[in-house]
T-cell receptor, first 115, second 113 residues
Framework: GAGVSQSPSNKVTEKGKDVELRCDPISGHTALYWYRQSLGQGLEFLIYFQGNSAPDKSGLPSDRFSAERTGGSVSTLTIQRTQQEDSAVYLC?????????????FGNGTRLTVT | DQQVKQNSPSLSVQEGRISILNCDYTNSMFDYFLWYKKYPAEGPTFLISISSIKDKNEDGRFTVFLNKSAKHLSLHIVPSQPGDSAVYFCAASAMYSGYALNFGKGTSLLVTP
């Protein structure tokens, strides 16, 4: 079956432009997570959705970052007025339900480069 | 602040030998721990996990050990194979935060023939 799908796989943008990253979770997975990995860093938690609601937005680095999820499925992460420090690999993950016994299934990520 | 720490950025092991990857954590509320494996240009994939009520979990060549008093866990791979070469991420989670995963920075394992 299809795994978590992310698009685009690569995105190069100019500083100050807005970008939208898309995540298609595994069908039926109710929980969806966004992480990012900057160069030489671990995976940094950004936001988590249970269905369409986001109980935990604590990881969003600034108000330039926002995310939404519609229909309990596709999610978009939007970064406004991109800065060079936003350059990273943005990873999306899903699981059937939040909880310890439900390991995350990750997509291959979107590599964002802000020039 | 980094609540999950992997202090060895890289490790090189000969094929057939044991690989030991270490991880330390600071948050005593963490009650579930996982290891993920990541190949270049791919997302991390789940490898093995352990609940805080256990001190060992084994799955084939992979064993995870948890020492709660020391806030330390380790992943043992025996015997190591060249296909095990990847970046290994330690992760921890807690019920109070909805089990969102806190990841370490990863250890790059190279298994040489």
């Amino acid at each position: 079956g299809a795994g978590v799908s992310q698009s685009p796989s690569n995105k190069v943008t100019e500083k100050g432009k807005d970008v939208e990253l898309r995540c298609d979770p595994i069908s039926g997975h109710t929980a969806l997570y966004w992480y990012r990995q900057s160069l030489g860093q671990g995976l940094e938690f950004l936001i988590y959705f249970q269905g369409n609601s986001a109980p935990d937005k604590s990881g969003l680095p600034s108000d330039r970052f926002s995310a939404e999820r519609t229909g309990g499925s596709v999610s978009t992460l939007t970064i406004q007025r991109t800065q060079q420090e936003d350059s990273a690999v943005y990873l999306c993950a899903s699981n059937p339900q939040s909880g310890p016994n439900s390991p995350l299934h990750f997509g291959n990520g979107t590599r964002l480069t802000v020039t | 602040d980094q609540q999950v720490k992997q202090n060895s950025p890289s490790l090189s092991v000969q094929e057939g030998r044991i690989s030991i990857l270490n991880c330390d954590y600071t948050n005593s509320m963490f009650d579930y721990f996982l290891w993920y494996k990541k190949y270049p240009a791919e997302g991390p994939t789940f490898l093995i996990s352990i609940s805080s009520i256990k001190d060992k979990n084994e799955d084939g060549r992979f064993t995870v050990f948890l020492n709660k008093s020391a806030k330390h866990l380790s992943l043992h791979i025996v015997p190591s194979q060249p296909g095990d070469s990847a970046v290994y991420f330690c992760a921890a989670s807690a019920m109070y935060s909805g089990y969102a995963l806190n990841f370490g920075k990863g250890t790059s394992l190279l298994v040489t023939p």
